[in-house]
Structures are given as structure tokens and as C-alpha cells.
Nanobody, 119 residues
Framework: QVQLVESGGGLVQPGGSLRLSCAASGTIFSLDVMGWYRQAPGKQRELVADITSGGSINYADSVKGRFTISRDNAKNTVYLRMNSLKPEDTAVYYC?????????????WGQGTQVTVSS
């Protein structure tokens, strides 16, 4: 069992920055992949970025060069630094953990944190 607790969302002007944090508690394994998804009104939830404990990273094309994902394995925490924010980045951002063990492919979600980019 895993619980994910997020923080860092808020209101920011276009061009501004935010840093999201997600702390995982429970049993965390080295194969677990952590990341961020987002969902804007009327749209499907989409992957923003994810990262393995070894540091392998995937980014959505829309955020490459602007967002940076990182992970502190000792703290079981994943971060998302968002720079040069655009109005189209406005969404609820969800922390995600996916188990990759052979016998356990469980998926866990945080509660979501609102990011609003507006002038």
C-alpha cells in the first residue's frame, strides 16, 4: 500500500514558475516508477513526466525544455519544477506511482493539486 501527498500548486502568471512535490509513504521498491500527470477541464489525463529510481526520465513533448522532474529516493519524493509556464499548462496535476515488479503492477494516485496559469 502506498499513499501520495502532493504540495506546491497554486496560481502563477504566464512565464512564472512553480515547484510541485510528492512524498510517497508505505512500501516503496526500487522498481517503482513515479511521475506526474495532468488533466485540464474537458481533456483526458495525460502524462507530464515520469522517472525511475535510477534516473531514467520521460517528458511530454509539450513540456520538454520547460519542466524538470527529479526524485529523491531517500525521501521517496518526486519533484516537478515548472518554468516558463503557459496558460495551457493550467490543469490539476496528479502524482503517480506505478509498481513494475513481475507480480505487482499496482498503480497509485495522489489527490491532485491545482495549477492555474493566468494573468
Amino acid at each position: 500500500q502506498v499513499q501520495l501527498v502532493e504540495s506546491g500548486g497554486g496560481l502563477v502568471q504566464p512565464g512564472g514558475s512553480l515547484r510541485l512535490s510528492c512524498a510517497a509513504s508505505g512500501t516503496i521498491f526500487s522498481l517503482d516508477v513515479m511521475g506526474w500527470y495532468r488533466q485540464a477541464p474537458g481533456k483526458q489525463r495525460e502524462l507530464v513526466a515520469d522517472i525511475t529510481s535510477g534516473g531514467s526520465i520521460n517528458y511530454a513533448d509539450s513540456v520538454k525544455g520547460r519542466f524538470t522532474i527529479s526524485r529523491d529516493n531517500a525521501k521517496n519524493t518526486v519533484y516537478l519544477r515548472m518554468n516558463s509556464l503557459k496558460p495551457e499548462d493550467t490543469a490539476v496535476y496528479y502524482c503517480n506511482l506505478r509498481r513494475r515488479q513481475f507480480a505487482d503492477k499496482s498503480v497509485y494516485w495522489g489527490q491532485g493539486t491545482q495549477v492555474t496559469v493566468s494573468s
